[in-house]
Nanobody
């Protein structure tokens, strides 16, 4: 069982930066690939970024590539999402999720956090 708790969301101006954190409980954090998803009002949840178990591989949605960086610290059971050059269209609730396989389909993610709101004002 893994419990995920996101933090770090907030209100930021266009072009600004935020770093989201997702703290995981349990001793098996390093056994899971981790990902960030987001959901804007009235829209489907969408994939943002994912990272492999040891952090050696990452993959991003085209919409955030070059602006967002996913990383993890297995000693701290935490995954991060550094977001730079934020745009109004990045406004959403951001969720972290855990899956046994890297680059899983969304339905294969076993555990989800409660989400943290990111609002980018223009």
């Amino acid at each position: 069982q893994v419990q995920l708790v996101e933090s770090g969301g907030g209100l930021v101006q266009v072009g600004g930066s935020l770093t989201l954190s997702c703290a995981a409980s349990g001793r098996t954090f390093s056994s899971y690939a981790m990902a960030w998803f987001r959901q804007a009002p009235g829209k489907e949840r969408e994939f943002v970024a994912t990272i492999s178990w040891g952090g050696g591989s990452t993959y991003y949605a085209d919409s955030v590539k070059g602006r967002f960086t996913i990383s993890r610290d297995n000693a701290k059971n935490t995954v991060y999402l550094q977001m730079n050059s934020l745009k109004p269209e990045d406004t959403a609730v951001y969720y972290c999720a855990a899956a046994l396989m890297y680059r899983s389909s969304p339905h294969d993610y076993n555990y989800w956090g409660q989400g943290t709101q990111v609002t980018v004002s223009s």
